[in-house]
């Protein structure tokens, strides 16, 4: 993962922050970020909460995602960093290679997925499935409305089975599987959603 890292300072990544028109068209209640490469990408909570987001076709991109997102729909993403805050419903993520995600939500469902990194609050145990060489922390995305999105999401945040992952193609009973493994604390990663004025 480490060679994969990006920094929104790199020259090469472009920050934009796209219209309310741009995300919501032709669908208004679904949000699309798509064939994007190399860009820096922020959205707000007013541009995201209550909405089904798809973010598909994807290299080498930061997406981050402010605020309640109703459910979040990924798929096909190369060395890509999503952080999204609190999501009221599922996040299903699909053909993703050699990211790290961040995501709070009540269930998780990964397909097809390789050297992926999550980091994540669930109220129900994660699923994976023809996955390989993944790994799960907590989730530690921290902004200043954090709280008040978790509250209004609905999820239990005592309620918490980042670890407890169910692996689809490993089911015997009192063997780990070796898809998986937890990401040890000294090498777990922090983000933030509150993002600093030099990326505007």
Known sequence: MEQMQMSVQDEKV?????????????????VNVTNKHDEFIHLESEQVNGKDVAIENL???????????SSVQIKNLLGC????????????IDECHQCEFAVACRQLNVHTSDECDFYVHINARPIIEGCHHCRFAPYTVEYQSKQRDIAQ????????????VVDSNHMIPGVHSPNW???????????????PKHCY
């Open 14 to 30: 472009k920050t934009k922050f796209p219209t309310n028109e741009q995300l919501n068209s032709p669908k208004t209640d679904t």
């Open 59 to 69: 290299e080498h991109c930061e997406i981050f995602l402010k605020g309640i997102p």
């Open 81 to 92: 960093v999503i952080i999204v805050g609190p999501c009221s419903r599922t996040v299903n």
């Open 153 to 164: 999401s609905g999820l239990v945040w005592t309620i918490d089975y980042w670890d407890n």
């Open 181 to 195: 493994e937890t990401i040890e604390e000294e090498e777990r990663k922090g983000w933030s959603l509150d993002v």
